[in-house]
């Protein structure tokens, strides 16, 4: 038995109003059925002690009767018989004419037959003993009569009779004979009367037997009610409320019969319902949105972890997930209110659920966030399929209330790949490529694209370490000298920061300057590069010998300048003696000058203050009018080295280094060329008559040791003609 009632199991269930609970349909009553059982139980009681004491009652009363009747029967025989007797013996003397009383003989014979009569009396008359008394009555009056001796006769009797009395003791022994038999039937008649007990007294038993078989019978009968009408319900009750524990809301008990128990087992049908209901819809207000019906980022995490759990049972098992933002969501909120904003979101929600299949999932997972998990798509097409009608769906406008509004929604998806490691990172990598489709122009359709990820994750790690990397001590600093192109001299180093990175090595400052400018984690490292930098070449000119006026070049980012902190700390550095700022250099890119309104001048002239020199870097790639470069606070240029290009003896090169340093030259800035890489090129500069130089043909960026051997040894870095001739005339 499951208990599983047909028809019951699944639907809904009827209500504490629709079971009875008052009683109203109850067709059994346990407790009438059990009280009748008991007054049944204690009647049938009752009349086994009543039948058991009045039966052996009345048994006993029998054989008292009985006896007493023997004993008084047998007592008036034997009066009787005695009475006879001596009557017989005053016979025999009136006989023999013996002198007696004769009145005395006649009174006996009155008394006696008065005993005959009162014998009679006690006898019982279907017997025949009464017969039996009438006849030895007659024989005896007869045998008086005939000799004389009975009433009247008596007065008249003369004479001796002697031979008369022979016959009369005959006829007296014929009557006492008679008497004895009365006592012989008395006794015979008890005996029967006891054997009629004895047979009253099995009677009796056979009752009690029968008696106790039908109370056997019946408590029987009772316990199997019982198991019936009590056990089995309140097992299956039991069994229900076991279930319904745990967690089986669909069970119901089977409700055996209409009667107490079966109200309770209705009830807990009713109740069991109302637990299934409430267990729904806790369920589902658990797994869905509250506006649009659609699942919720529960739901969709529940969806995709169990397939994802469930394994590749099927070989390259896939979903696509599409994940959903919608373009401008805020406007529609801020110009229409939010209700609009709301009921934009259902009428969007059921168009997106018509753009799926039906055993696609479509949920909300964030404010105008959907996403949908696109099934069995192995290769894609699906999820792009859904996507492209999406887009087609929302060209139609939307009605809210008066207005019309046309919405777009920028899509990114993910396909699950056997690497996919769980939901988690499937719906992370549908999100960014969302948010590349947002940033690539919104309305648009992105798929995921793993490199792009890395690279976004890569840099998001790298801003993260950037935080602790100055305090952590990883920064190093290499020098690069920048020497006079005809001497060889060097005049200065440019001080170039590196990264020793925990994990990933030595990172060049491409790697992770542009990061620390997003971050603002450039204005520690900038100021430790200056710090350090600045105290390094003192170090240098105060114990190398030659190297007094060596200075150093430190390269600033735009973005430290504008923050009045930033440019307080850069000034407290540079004010200290220690730093000997008018040997300092900084180097600021013309670029970042020139598109820089807040104070990137104004600070620049600023730090002027402290003795510093300005270096323009990277002159010529950047946008930077002539007459901007006029109004710039700087000392020295560094033409960029595309200005030395390959073909750097090509007429246009030539032209251009040409032009630049004649401009330089008018506005009394020195200038430096960078990326000197090639002899060639080297001719070319300092035909041009450019005199400073920076490059690998000259010297590689090199750590602060070896350069300081460097700065120590006095060498000259390619040095001309002239600087030959020099040094071999001296
Ligand atoms: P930059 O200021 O133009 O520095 C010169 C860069 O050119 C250095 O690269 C140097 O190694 C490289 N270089 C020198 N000679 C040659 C050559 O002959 N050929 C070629 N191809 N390259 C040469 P590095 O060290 O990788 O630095 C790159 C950029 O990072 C620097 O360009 C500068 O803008 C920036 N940077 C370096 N250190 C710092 C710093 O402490 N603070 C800030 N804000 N930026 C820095
Ligand atoms: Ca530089
Ligand atoms: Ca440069």
Redesign the pocket.
Known sequence: MDGNVPGKASGPVSTAADTGMEGAGRTWSLQREWSRAFLLMLAALLIGAAVTIVGVRGLMDQVQATSAELHLRLDKVEVLRSALDAHEQLGHQMLSNAPGDRSAFLRQQEEISRLFQETAAILPGETGMRDTIATARQSWQEALTAHGLWGGQVQSLQGNHVDESPALAAASAEVRKRVAEIRHYSLLEMDKGLAHNAELEQLLIIGRIALFVVAVGVTVYFRRRMVKDLMRPVESLHKGVQKLRGGNYNHRIEVFRRDELGELAEAFNGMAAAVHNSHLNLTHRATHDPLTRLANRAALMERLTESFGRGSTRRNRSEGLLFIDIDDFKDVNDSLGHERGDDLLVQLAARLQGCVRTHDLVARVGGDEFAIVVMDDDAGSVTAGVAERIHEALRTPFFLGEDRRTVTASMGAAQRRPGTSDAAELLRQADFAMYLAKHGGKARYQLFDAEGYDHMTYRAALKRDLATAVSGGQLRLEY?PIADLNSGEILGV????RWQHPTLGLL???EF?PLAEETGDIDAV?CW?LDTASRQAAGWRKSLPRCENVWIA????TIQLPNPRNLAAIKGILSDPAAQADKVVL?VTETALAGSTDGGVAALKTLKGTGVRVAI??FGTGYSSLSSLAVLPADILKID?SFLGRQASEAQSAAMLEGILGLARMLSLEVIA????EPGQLDLLRALDCRMG???LLAR?GSAEAIKALLASGARLQPGPAALEEAVDS
């Open positions: 690069q440019e001080a170039l920061v060049a400052p491409s300057i900038g590069v430190i390269n600033l980012s180097e870097d990277d080295r960078e990326g000197v890489e920076q490059g690998y960026p």
